[in-house]
């Protein structure tokens, strides 16, 4: 029987604190995105769990880029800045969840619990950002946003009930992700490489700055896996690779614009890999204090 094609027109069915019971229950969403949509540099105040059920994306954080496909699990620090673009050709489907899992736990009333859940996210965050196997815990996302949908209004009989069901799912979930990261490790061997090899990645990537590398591309340099070689760098060189990677095409971008006074700014943008000229503005203020045309009026 032949699959029903998924409809790529965009959607999204959102809740922000939903329930006064579960105030660590932070936001909860479904979308799908539209072919190429980028996400602007955000920050949420609780770390954030994504899970890609079909399609694709490249999703940035301070730990580099990523790309993401269906059953990816992919986890974002609270108020770290991180942004994202869906795949022109195949956006994704995804769900997204923002929560403590110390808090939750806690609210069910047992300590022992809650320590439980503190270790699972120490185990998970920040040495893993994407997680395989997903799809495992596809059900628990949908059983999460049909609880959403259906709870009782504030003092009906039945809302309490629907509360420790929520709770539970969140508990459910935590366990679900932090197992898949615990096996993930335990596959992975990591090998220790050497300072000038590190050294030898930061080389060869002056010469990419036109066509920016992933991070997993970065890691295979090495040998290493992405969550690794981020932890390797940033340890060695005081940067992740990403801010190291970003800071050579401002500076090559910032070279540019006084040397060619007639290239337009985003073309300059596009050809050091900047997905749109905002973001390029964006950048280069944050790291040279002025706009690039502020910059280009200077020389």
């Not at 094609?5 to 069915?13: K, T």
């Not at 019971?21 to 996400?39: D, K, M, T, W």
């Not at 997204?96 to 806690?106: E, K, S, T, W």
């Not at 890691?219 to 940033?234: I, N, T």
Request: hydrophobic fraction near 40%; glycine fraction near 6%; charged fraction near 20%.
């Amino acid at each position: 029987m032949a699959t029903k094609p998924r409809s790529l027109s965009p959607w999204i069915h959102h809740w922000e604190h939903p329930l006064a019971e579960i105030p660590s229950l932070v936001h909860f969403n479904e979308a799908q995105a539209h072919p190429g949509l980028r996400l602007p540099p955000h920050t949420h105040s609780s770390f954030e769990l994504c899970y890609i059920v079909d399609g694709r994306a490249r999703w940035q954080n301070t730990d580099g880029g990523f790309d993401l496909g269906p059953g990816d699990l992919y986890l974002t620090l609270p108020d770290e800045e991180h942004d994202g673009v869906a795949d022109q050709h195949d956006p994704h489907h995804n769900f997204a969840i923002g929560f403590d899992l110390r808090v939750a736990a806690a609210r069910l009333g047992d300590p022992g619990l809650a320590a439980q859940e503190a270790c699972s996210v120490d185990a998970i965050l920040p040495r893993q950002r994407v997680i395989k196997g997903g799809h495992s815990t596809q059900r628990i996302w949908t059983a999460l946003k049909q609880e959403l949908q259906d709870m009782p209004a504030p003092g009906a009989a039945e809302r309490g009930l629907a509360i420790a069901m929520v709770q539970a799912l969140l508990v459910e979930l935590a366990v679900a992700v932090t197992r898949l990261s615990i096996s993930a490790s335990r596959t992975t061997i990591p090998h220790q490489p050497k300072a000038e090899d590190l050294q030898a990645v930061r080389t060869r990537l002056a010469g990419t700055l036109e066509e920016p590398p992933t991070l997993s591309e970065m890691a295979s340099w090495v040998g290493l896996s992405p969550g690794h070689f981020a932890v390797l760098f940033k340890r060695t060189f005081g940067c992740t690779p990403h801010e190291y990677l970003t800071e050579l095409r401002i500076e090559a971008a910032a070279a540019r614009l006084r040397s060619h006074p007639e290239q337009a700014i985003t073309a300059i943008a596009f050809d050091f890999g900047f997905c749109s000229s905002q973001y390029f503005s964006e950048v280069f203020r944050r790291l040279k204090g002025v706009s690039p045309s502020q910059w280009r009026a200077q020389r």
